[in-house]
């Protein structure tokens, strides 16, 4: 029995775009290719006919801050994200720690069990903040990842003494080191020259020059310690350039990774945003969002994720009187596809495969769930989306996302997210949920 055929749609794969069909069974694709060459289902459960929209793997973020019961109010968990993810088309979520550190073995079990009784997606888990290097590293992997997370500015700051040791056992125990590259020297100079606290200096308070120091530094250190290195939402163009050098060069993988955000806007729009902005790193000029565009064109951007951080409009708008109070970070899992396919694919920035590449299966490689996700192989999870061309205003009404706003509200998207089937079950259409809480499963990653 097919459970879901899916008829005329644009099927993209590495190579192109093809017109085609998927056929899905017990939770799994059965065959996607040109219509001659999947089997005609005699009795599926569903029959979706695409009516010629584009038909992707089911998006992967590796960098969501969903989960902290320590920080995020009541309405904003798991379960909520989650269903914001699935809307946009997200069907792989990799959770990473806000405020409460995930750094031993039985915190990695606990917040898996959490997020599983929420979660409407498959989820895997990062462990973090880690300052001390001297944590059970083995256990964690046993537990279920074998990414970590570490910082080389405040709130985690960790020494260099620490980050090295780190990578060096975690290189020494197949892992990767994911690392959040500002310089926190550079930020204390830079915020001590600061007399203000209106939202244009906060800008200012975290300048380009200590991204391109960290990540260097990071990449030494992943040499220096036979680590591979995921450096974690790069915000301009120059640090892509700075991490380059050490892919081209370095004995051990390094891979690159931006944001939403910093592809579109700049500190220019800051003026109109204010707080609505905020985020670290902080939004660069005009000419490094540009010069980030071609990175992300030429592939020294390996993914995009998104930093996704919940937080309720009423706590953001404060910043307008004092943005140093509100936390830095902004929303981005609902949006994150249909904002690369209409400031992106039909912009002509990227392609249709440039995109399945930086949204599915790249992140799924990186996630350590390639071909299982991001992809539409036969065997593999039928995670599918579809997504229709239409021209409309971006509002946060429009959104499943519960904080009421989007840093994009008012702009005008040519993309939207139309069906999402995620495990052989259609569980979203048109930004509308279907699934429930608790229906996603935990990706044990262990090597």
């Not at 290719?33 to 793997?57: C, E, F, K, N, R």
Request: aromatic share 6%; proline share 6%.
């Amino acid at each position: 029995m097919t459970d879901v055929h899916i008829k005329d749609a644009q099927v993209v794969t590495a190579s192109g775009i093809q017109h085609g069909e998927i056929a899905i069974s017990d939770g799994t694709i059965d065959a996607a290719g040109p219509a001659s060459s999947v089997p005609t289902p005699s009795d599926p459960d569903t029959v979706i006919d695409a009516d010629g929209m584009v038909a992707l793997p089911g998006a992967i973020d590796v960098h969501t801050h969903m989960h902290d019961d320590e920080l995020f109010p009541d309405g904003i968990d798991f379960a909520s994200q989650t269903a914001s993810a699935v809307a946009g088309g997200v069907t792989t979520v990799i959770e990473l720690p806000t405020q409460t550190p995930v750094t031993t073995p039985e915190a990695m079990q606990e917040k898996a069990a959490a997020c599983s009784a929420l979660a409407h997606v498959d989820f895997g888990l990062v462990a973090g903040n880690v300052q001390d290097p001297d944590i059970d590293v083995a256990g964690i992997v046993d537990a279920g990842t074998a990414d970590f997370k570490t910082f080389t500015a405040d709130p985690y700051l960790a020494s260099d003494a620490s980050i090295a040791r780190l990578m060096r056992r975690v290189g020494d125990a197949g892992g990767t080191v994911r690392v959040h590259c500002e310089t926190q020297g550079l930020l204390d100079d830079a915020r001590s020259a600061i007399d203000g606290d209106e939202p244009e200096v906060y800008m200012d308070s975290r300048p380009l020059e200590a991204e391109l120091d960290a990540i260097s530094r990071a990449g030494y250190f992943a040499e220096y310690a036979d680590c591979p290195l995921h450096v974690v939402h790069i915000s301009s163009g120059s640090g892509a350039r700075e991490g380059d050098r050490f892919k081209s060069r370095a004995n051990v993988p390094v891979t690159l990774e931006t944001c939403p955000q910093y592809l579109a806007f700049s500190k220019g729009d800051v003026a109109e945003h204010g707080p609505f902005l905020k985020v670290n790193p902080s939004l660069k000029s005009d000419a490094e969002r540009e010069r980030l565009w071609d990175a992300v064109q030429d592939g020294t951007i390996d993914l995009i994720g998104t930093d996704h951080f919940p937080t309720y409009r009423e706590t953001r708008d404060v910043g307008w009187d004092d943005i140093w109070e509100p936390y830095a970070g902004l929303p981005g899992v609902e949006t994150m596809v249909e904002f690369l396919v209409s400031e992106g694919v039909h912009e002509d920035r990227i392609s249709w495969p440039r995109l399945r590449e930086l949204v599915c299966a790249a992140p799924a490689q990186n996630a350590g769930i390639y071909p299982k996700k991001g992809s539409l192989q036969v065997g593999t999870d039928a995670d599918v989306m579809l997504v229709r061309t239409e021209e409309y205003e971006v509002t946060a009404d429009g959104l499943t996302f519960v904080g009421g706003w989007t840093p994009y509200e008012g702009q005008q998207w040519s993309a939207r997210v139309d069906t999402v089937v995620a495990g052989g079950e259609v569980v979203a259409k048109d930004h509308e949920v279907q699934s429930t809480a608790g229906r996603g499963q935990f990706l044990d990653r262990p090597l």
